[in-house]
């Protein structure tokens, strides 16, 4: 389903609507419909008692498919102490773009189903990275019946309260608009449809609470500084930059992906931090040295080689994170980008910036590492998921000891592995090691500024 105006991050887009009915009920009607031969699911849960059944009532919602790298994502509203699930923008989407949200399918039985949404990071078949491949069945949770008596069960979704802040939503008639004279197997109920603009209203008026994660603080990007001072000329700014980002404050538990991806809060007090001594701004925007203009300034030929040594490792890493770049846009505050070994590490704007700073190998080996370290933390989250759900609320506090302690200890390293990255990247930039140069290498200087010169006029 696609979307005929534009939207903004985090912006309301539609009310995932349907007959509200008992997990037993939807296990019965998930097997009628099966017989009945329907091939596409929508029963989503609500809770841990009950689903949301879209295949023979409900509104728009229920045609956008899903994607392993989304643009949207669902998110969970208590609306004066109903909950509701509403869809919503994960980033900027343009006009006419299809919208999508990862369902985070857990399959639990039957036969796989492929997924068909062509992203780069797509794990080729609905719910393949659940434990639902290790024959885990769980216990209660969202379903959604399938493909040959497959079985579903999405994650769970953030809970969020209602507020009196306002939310504009009236692309939601863009929404029905674009999708007018589409012949559909479902019969829009009318009821339903009567109350619809009112609880789009509704729920595009509640707002998430905001309560920090548990064990992290969000990441505050830090601001793009315009500062200017006599060693700007020392530096060409890539055009290219992506504006400054601030990622929301995120609730106590959102959905699993979000809630994997925890950023430690720069210090507020580094906005204005003074550039560094040895004149590099602390922000992570892709310089170019403007070679020519320092080495005529070097009294040394060594300190000019090693200079545009430095410069091309730099130039051409940049050039290749470009393609990284173009291949693999940013989603929301992350970057996806392929390793050549046809791995995906998803990195943050922010940590992107600093590898271009850096240079290429040890960072990535580093960030393997850290990637790894991820991993652990997801696996673990995917084992106390159930300790949590079977609380029947979105809350990490009744998790016991042992498992809260072993999160804990994920949480370290993988913090860890973050600031190895970050120490790394420090490295990199301060403890260049000199190289030695031979005498045919000597040559090379004028190249080298040449080289450089022509990738900054091609930028
Ligand atoms: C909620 S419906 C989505 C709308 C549905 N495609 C339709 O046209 O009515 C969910 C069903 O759509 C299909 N589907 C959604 N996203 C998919 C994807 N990425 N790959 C394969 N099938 C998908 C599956 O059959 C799934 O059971």
Not at 97 to 113: C, H, M, P
Not at 307 to 333: A, D, M, Y
Not at 343 to 369: C, F, H
Not at 423 to 428: C, E, F, G, R, T
Request: hydrophobic residues 30%; charged residues 25%; glycine residues 4%.
């Amino acid at each position: 389903m696609a979307i005929s105006i534009p939207l903004q991050a985090g912006q309301f887009v539609i009310e995932y609507c349907g007959e509200v009915i008992s997990w037993k009920e939807a296990k019965q009607r998930s097997q009628a419909y099966e017989t009945e031969g329907l091939k596409d699911a929508y029963i989503i849960s609500l809770d841990a008692h009950e689903t949301i059944d879209a295949t023979r009532k409900g509104n728009l919602a229920r045609f956008i498919n899903h994607s392993c790298g989304p643009n949207c994502e669902t998110r969970k509203w208590n609306v004066l102490g109903e909950i509701r699930v509403g869809i919503f923008a994960k980033h900027d989407i343009p006009a006419g773009t299809e919208l999508s949200y990862n369902y985070n399918f857990e399959w639990y039985g039957g036969a796989k189903v492929r997924c068909l949404c062509g992203a780069a990071c797509c794990s080729d078949f609905l719910g393949a990275k659940s434990r639902g491949f290790q024959n885990f069945v769980v216990p209660i949770k969202l379903m959604v019946s399938g493909l040959l008596n497959d079985r579903y069960s999405v994650d769970n979704m953030p809970l969020y309260d209602s507020t009196d802040e306002e939310t504009d939503s009236n692309f939601i008639k863009a929404i029905v608009q674009s999708n007018e004279g589409t012949t559909t197997e479902t019969e829009i109920d009318e009821s339903l449809r009567s109350t619809y603009d009112t609880d789009c209203e509704i729920l595009s008026q509640a707002l998430p609470i905001n309560v920090e994660p548990l064990s992290s603080v969000p990441m505050e990007m830090e601001e793009e500084k315009n500062d200017t001072n006599e060693l700007s000329n020392f530096y060409v700014h890539d055009a290219q930059q992506s504006p400054p980002q601030k990622t929301a404050m995120v609730s106590r538990i959102r959905n699993r992906n979000v809630f994997r991806n925890y950023q430690i809060q720069s210090s507020p007090l580094s906005k204005n931090l003074p550039p560094y001594s040895n004149g590099k701004l602390k922000n992570h925007v892709r310089r170019q040295v403007n070679v020519k203009f320092i080495c005529e300034r070097l009294a040394s030929k060594e300190a000019c080689d090693e200079l545009v040594s430095c410069e091309v490792c730099t130039q051409e890493f940049s050039i290749s994170i470009s393609k990284f770049k173009k291949s693999h846009p940013t989603r929301g505050s992350h970057k996806h980008v392929l390793l050549n070994n046809h791995r995906t590490l998803v990195l943050t704007v922010k940590e992107a910036q600093d590898i271009e700073s850096g240079k290429p190998d040890d960072l990535l080996i580093v960030l393997e590492l850290k990637n790894q370290a991820t991993s652990q933390l997801d696996c673990l989250y995917d084992e106390i998921r159930p300790a949590i759900e079977e609380r029947e609320r979105d809350s990490q506090d009744s998790v016991s000891t042992s498992i809260a302690e072993k999160w804990i200890e994920a949480s370290c390293n993988k913090l860890k592995t973050e600031f190895d990255l970050h120490s790394a990247i420090i490295k990199n930039i301060f403890c260049t090691p000199r190289r030695t140069w031979s005498p045919q290498a000597q040559g090379a200087l004028e190249n080298g500024i040449k080289y450089l010169e022509n990738c900054q006029s091609r930028d």
